[in-house]
């Protein structure tokens, strides 16, 4: 054990996708292979990470033994773990599917050419996401954006379809503008702290150009996390990626802002009521407009992408719920949030992906006139839908638990309102494809299950159980998300 | 003396804004990229002029040459198509004005507020120049104090060619364009020049303004002139060797970070014998690396068989 203590697991989560993706880019036709391969690798570095800091604490590194505010430090706390462990879950998943996916047995030139470039754009993607959640440091935290954005638009255009194209050129004017704001903050800050490291700055807060620093990050994150109104570029992106593009994408990427979003809130900036006002009325407006667009939209993989607009209001009503109730538990139960999204989500995509490959077609109406049923991913769907309505035992379920209770008992009555009427929103545009994968009477021809079963069916059902069942965990996830206190004894 | 370099950073400051103002409201694509070049060339010379050689460096090769030329590319494959409609005052555009001269004042506000020349790293940097291997302040912190930024800068670079060789190859290959002899006479005298300047700005680096990114966009600009005149013709059998260069910069450089990571050294913590030279081989193959990433970037596609569709076209 002595020896695997002096390997530095902590830098390797982020240079083990990246010279995965170097690899596979090398070698073309072995990129499967290789990709998952650096997948497998990467999930042992954050099991051994991870670890290490529940039996001795947050692990920090200073990178060239330098140390802030000289040099870089990488540092994995409670948050970093539980973030960190959630991408590889979500990921190694996604990727058994995108191997059924692209495998070599599909046909076409489209096909042949994802199977190539799939691998070398999520590991790197998957080394920007690491570095991300590892980070203390602004300025490097805006170079992982960097990575992150280009990466998950090159996944995003990967179908190379020409709908695909021009969300993909939407979506990256949104994000180069997101980025733009959040390095002019970065800019301000520096101008006002003299440095870049979260510790550093945190002694800045409240200051003018701090202020105005966080509010330019606040926009750019929201552009990036599709925030509303700044989510206009999400359904379109979303929807024309491919399924296993989709769920890295819906599940993964927008985590990513959502993170610094609240790594800065309750490391650097500390509880406000403005911010906390602004980022919950922003995400009621979310969870409104979503809600009424996903029980408006006619195709199953639009309803999931406004979905996640809705959803990703809900989780930032939660942080402005945590801001209000100012309790550790409040923060945790908003975390809990995210991970449920982010493992769900990803279900939810691979599964709709899934029933559009089988059944030809993803018109919400048509569901129920089909005679071929995918059972499988639609028990998927099912309880991946679950797990985002919040019903026990599910992991969004304990998120809310935490959060009402908290809410309730420091009378912050309208964001319960929110919260809950997103959750009633929720069950209601989910259910308008349930309804079509449980009626049998439309269907022309006897309904017949599938062609078959194939191995793409097992990653949506395994997270969507995961998901389904997570909430039994949840006491474990907030023993982890304590260490290191990442939400701090606030007063 | 004092009074004609204010008066001359007045006029250059005015200049900038009329011109990204004329970027704006020229409505013929083609201007509008020779404006924007302009702009860049005067933004350069403003940095210059608040003593940051480096970043006008930077901006003058990468901001604005190889900018340009992408630009100007990009025109080339929309064949004609370059007048936008007119500029029209709507409601939109009123509201989208006000909100930015609110962030504008907000910022002047804010800048007035704060401190001039308050606190920085500059002292932390100078006291630790002499163990980072390096001379020159700015490549101690991108090559040693912060070579982990660096890294993932160059990474940045490597999804942009990963996702650009990604794209469907839908667009045919643009018109060659036609150019007398003039221009392939100029190509054989600048070339070799483009070449030794793009190396010593990568030598330089090391005690003086310069470096792996602004060397590595001079290069890039040979690669640029190389794939205009024709004198190179990307090939499908070229993939292979093209992949190696783009990505060895990132490769080594990872590599290098973790391999001195033994007897109680971090990742990235070079030996102190060893850290100038180590620093200067990372430099000059991540140079390599950023110059053909960037000439395939200009390039815009994986050189494959072309295909029916585009035979069509």
């Not at chain 1, 990967?158 to 997101?178: D, K, N, P």
């Not at chain 1, 609240?262 to 009521?273: D, Y």
């Not at chain 2, 403003?46 to 970043?55: F, G, M």
């Amino acid at each position: 054990m002595s020896e695997f203590a002096s390997i530095d697991w902590l830098a390797l989560t982020v240079f083990a996708p990246l010279l995965g993706a170097v690899a596979s880019f090398l070698a073309p036709r072995m990129a499967p292979q290789i990709g998952f391969a650096s997948l497998t690798v990467t999930a042992l570095c954050v099991v051994m990470l991870a670890a290490q800091v529940i039996a001795g604490g947050p692990v920090i590194v200073s990178l060239g033994g330098w140390g802030a505010p000289l040099g870089l430090d990488l540092r994995a706390d409670g948050l970093g773990i539980v973030m960190l462990g959630m991408t590889m879950l979500v990921g190694l998943f996604v990727s058994l599917g995108a191997l059924d996916s692209f495998s070599a047995a599909r046909e076409g030139e489209e096909n042949a050419r994802m199977r190539l470039y799939f691998w070398p754009l999520w590991l790197l993607l998957l080394s920007g996401l690491n570095g991300a959640y590892v980070s203390t440091d602004i300025f490097n935290l805006y170079v992982m954006i960097e990575v992150i954005a280009l990466a998950a638009i090159g996944l995003t255009v990967l179908t190379g379809r020409l709908e695909a194209m021009r969300a993909g050129l939407e979506y990256m004017f949104a994000s180069m503008l997101g980025a733009l704001l959040f390095l002019m903050a970065v800019g301000l800050a520096y101008l006002q702290a003299g440095r870049l490291d979260f510790a550093g700055l945190a002694a800045h807060a409240g200051e003018p150009a701090m202020m105005l620093a966080f509010a330019l990050m606040l926009v750019g994150l929201a552009l990036k996390t599709a925030l509303f109104p700044l989510h206009f570029w999400l359904p379109r992106a979303h929807a024309s990626a491919s399924a296993p593009a989709s769920a890295l994408l819906s599940g993964l990427v927008l985590k990513a802002s959502l993170y610094i979003l609240l790594r800065f809130w309750v490391e650097i900036f500390g509880p406000g009521s403005l911010i906390g006002l602004t980022v919950g009325l922003m995400g009621t407006g979310a969870v409104i407009w979503g809600s009424v667009q996903a029980l408006r939209t006619q195709r199953l993989k639009l309803l999931v992408a406004w979905s996640t607009v809705a959803q990703i209001g809900l989780i930032c009503v939660a942080f402005a719920l945590a801001d209000t109730i100012g309790a550790q538990t409040a923060w945790q139960g908003a975390v809990l949030l995210m991970v449920a999204h982010a493992v769900a989500k990803a279900a939810m995509f691979l599964a709709a992906g899934r029933i559009a490959q089988e059944t030809g077609h993803d018109r919400i109406a048509d569901l129920d006139r089909t005679h071929l049923r995918p059972t499988l991913a639609q028990f998927a769907f099912a309880l991946a839908a679950i797990s985002l309505i919040g019903l026990p035992p599910s992991a969004g379920f304990a998120g809310k638990w935490l959060l009402m209770e908290g809410a309730m008992r420091a009378g912050a009555w309208i964001w319960v309102v929110v919260a809950m009427a997103g959750t009633l929103f929720s069950v209601a545009y989910l259910s308008r494809p349930l309804i079509g994968f449980l009626r049998f009477d439309r269907a022309p021809d006897p309904v017949g299950e599938h062609h078959g079963w194939a191995i793409a069916d097992a990653p949506p059902l395994m997270l969507a159980f995961i998901a389904a069942i997570s909430g039994l965990a949840a006491v474990q996830i907030i023993g982890v998300l304590d260490i290191g206190a990442p939400f701090g004894p606030f007063p | 003396m004092i009074d004609a370099l204010v008066l001359f950073d007045l006029v250059l400051a005015l200049a900038i804004i009329g011109i990204a103002a004329g970027v704006l409201i020229l409505r013929d694509a083609f201007a509008m990229i020779v404006c924007f070049v302009i702009f860049g060339l005067l933004s350069a010379l403003a940095w210059v002029r608040l003593a940051a050689p480096d970043v006008a460096l930077a901006e003058a090769a990468i901001g604005t040459g190889v900018t340009g030329a992408l630009l100007l590319k990009t025109l080339a494959h929309l064949r004609g198509r370059t007048l936008s409609p007119p500029l029209r005052v709507k409601g939109g555009l009123v509201v989208n004005a006000a909100l930015c001269a609110l962030v504008t004042l907000a910022g002047i506000g804010v800048f007035l507020a704060t401190p001039i020349g308050g606190a920085g790293l500059e002292g932390l940097v100078a006291q630790n120049l002499a163990a980072s291997g390096v001379a020159h302040p700015v490549t101690a912190v991108l090559l040693n104090f912060r070579a982990f930024d660096t890294l993932m800068e160059v990474v940045v670079l490597l999804v942009a060619v990963v996702a650009v060789w990604s794209m469907e190859r839908g667009i045919a290959r643009a018109p060659a364009p036609v150019m007398g002899e003039v221009y392939a006479g100029f190509a054989r005298l600048v070339l070799p020049a483009a070449v030794i300047v793009g190396a010593y700005l990568l030598w330089i680096g090391a005690i003086a303004p310069g470096g792996a990114f602004q060397g590595g966009a001079v290069l890039a600009a040979v690669g640029l002139m190389l794939l205009i005149t024709r004198a190179y013709t990307p090939l499908p059998a070229h993939r292979g060797a093209a992949r190696i260069v783009f990505v060895i910069g990132t490769a080594l450089f990872a590599a290098v970070a973790l391999f001195v990571a033994q007897g109680g050294r971090a990742t990235f913590e070079y030996p102190a014998a060893h850290a100038k030279s180590l620093i200067l081989i990372i430099e000059a193959v991540v140079t390599i690396s950023i110059a053909a990433t960037l000439a395939a970037l200009f390039h815009g596609r994986e050189p494959v068989a072309v295909s029916v569709r585009e035979t069509r076209a």
